[in-house]
């Protein structure tokens, strides 16, 4: 599996919590986790950075929104805490990634100049995760911008995937002998 960004890393956690936690996925196995510039931890002015360097709006369109957005979340954070029962935004997400039970290799592929996700935050999972005996590999780059290591880095990104490809398919092949 490759995942791209927070958004990509969402959509991971989910499938591996069905894989490993589902009677119905149960028939399905990790065999390895590409990383791509995530994943991070959740913050509120972190999300709204990210949308306001996406976003192409009028400038006085954008700010509203912004502001809006982080109203919003306030709201929606206070709520959660004054009535616990209220469920609204999932905080687990970094405490899953943290605790995932995947224990297939995990590739790691970031950067130091990332303006979206602090490379700190990937380094972080990446002790955790090894500290739970996951095999984990990484490929950091210092200058590249967000998902765009491809871009910068095209022979040292490819070689990076293959070889983890390569490592995945050959310890896939061992543990069938």
């Not at 490379?119 to 996951?134: F, K, M, N, Q, T």
Request: hydrophobic content about 45%; glycine content about 2%; aromatic content about 14%.
């Amino acid at each position: 599996m490759h995942t791209f960004s927070n958004g990509g890393c969402r959509v991971y956690r989910h499938l591996s919590d069905l894989v490993h936690n589902s009677k119905q996925f149960a028939s399905l196995t990790l065999h390895g986790i590409i990383f791509d510039s995530a994943p991070s931890k959740l913050k509120i002015f972190r999300g709204i950075r990210v949308y306001m360097s996406l976003a192409s709006y009028s400038f006085f369109v954008k700010y509203f929104v912004a502001t809006c957005m982080f109203l919003w979340l306030v709201f929606v954070h206070v709520l959660s805490r004054c009535m616990p029962f209220v469920r609204i935004l999932d905080d687990s997400f970094w405490a899953f990634l943290c605790e995932d039970p995947a224990i297939c290799p995990q590739l790691y592929l970031y950067s130091v100049q990332d303006a979206v996700i602090p490379y700190s935050d990937i380094e972080e999972l990446i002790a955790v995760r090894r500290s739970r005996g996951v095999q984990v590999l990484t490929q950091r780059w210092d200058d590249s911008a967000h998902v765009s290591h491809l871009i910068a880095h095209r022979e040292s990104y490819i070689m990076a995937c293959l070889d983890f490809l390569q490592r995945c398919l050959h310890v896939n092949n061992l543990s069938m002998l």
